[in-house]
């Protein structure tokens, strides 16, 4: 009879309910920590990571980083770095490109809401 079973996996070992499944075949790198299942059918154990929350967790980092760039850029052209030389002042040249960092934010946030 198989069994599927809530599980956790930390530096190749993997846990379920807090007990070692030494047996366990660990079907992803294994090295960090993740969630995921256990599939027992038999002797045999094969544990499977949910990239869900792995996926999760690099946008929240791309997310960070875009607005980090976004905040310095946006730092950078109010200060006028990045403005047209010359006799009257332009408007900031960075805007653009800070506009399309800020719509790029907002649509990997949208996704990052909608993983399950």
């Known amino acids: ?37 256990l599939l027992i059918d038999g002797s045999k154990a094969v544990y499977l990571t949910s990239s869900a929350q792995d996926l ?30 010359g006799p009257s002042p332009s408007p900031p040249l960075a805007s653009g490109a800070i506009s399309s960092l800020n719509s790029a934010i907002s649509g990997l946030e949208e996704f990052k809401e909608v993983l399950k």
């Open 1 to 37: 009879m198989s069994r599927v079973l809530d599980a956790e996996c930390r530096s190749n070992v993997v846990k379920q309910n807090g007990v070692e499944v030494p047996s366990a075949q660990i079907l992803s790198e294994g090295n960090g920590q993740s969630s995921g299942v």
């Open 56 to 85: 999760k967790e690099t946008l929240e980092r791309i997310i960070e980083a875009l607005q980090s760039v976004s905040s310095a850029l946006s730092s950078l052209d109010g200060a006028g770095y990045y403005r047209d030389p």
